[in-house]
């Protein structure tokens, strides 16, 4: 609306800074993380109740300035990732969002969230597309855990909470994607 648009000229420069602060703060405080990604999807072209979104978020950040990450606690170097998606919740154009988790032990040490590049046509494929997300980083890590002298000599627990994602990935039989 045009009320909401002059509220907004102020805040239009300050939006996207307001949001590159909240991206970076998304390293170390990976609890914000998903309100950040919806948030900068609205960078071109923000509404009031984008930049109350932000704000939120800020307020959120400020009541919680002494959570923090826990590192070690356990002498478990096991790899183990938990994986899971929303399906077809962008209102906008149908896909889902990923997400996973992968623990060295009881170590947070990777974690991501992104929007799904093609729409899935079930919650059972979007959750095998976040899956297979969670696998090329599970991957990676392995990689990075043997040139740092951490073998991984079992495989890398990979858990997810839809059964037809789960057969799948035991089925070797076609697949339609």
Known sequence: TTDERKEMADTQRKYPEAVGCLMYL?????DI????NQVSRYTKNPGMQHWNAV???MRYLKGTTDYTMTLG????MRLHTYTDADWAQD????RSTSGYVCYLGVTLVSW??????TVAMSSAEAEYMAASDAVKEILYLRQILS?????????TTLLMDNQGAEAMTHNPAYHDR
Do not use: C, N
């Open 26 to 30: 998304t390293l170390t405080r990976p």
């Open 33 to 36: 993380t998903y309100a950040v």
């Open 55 to 57: 704000k939120r978020i």
């Open 73 to 76: 606690g356990d002498d478990s």
């Open 91 to 94: 209102r906008d154009d149908r």
């Open 112 to 117: 991501g969230v992104r929007r799904q590049k």
């Open 147 to 155: 040139q740092l002298g951490v073998e991984q000599i079992e495989p």
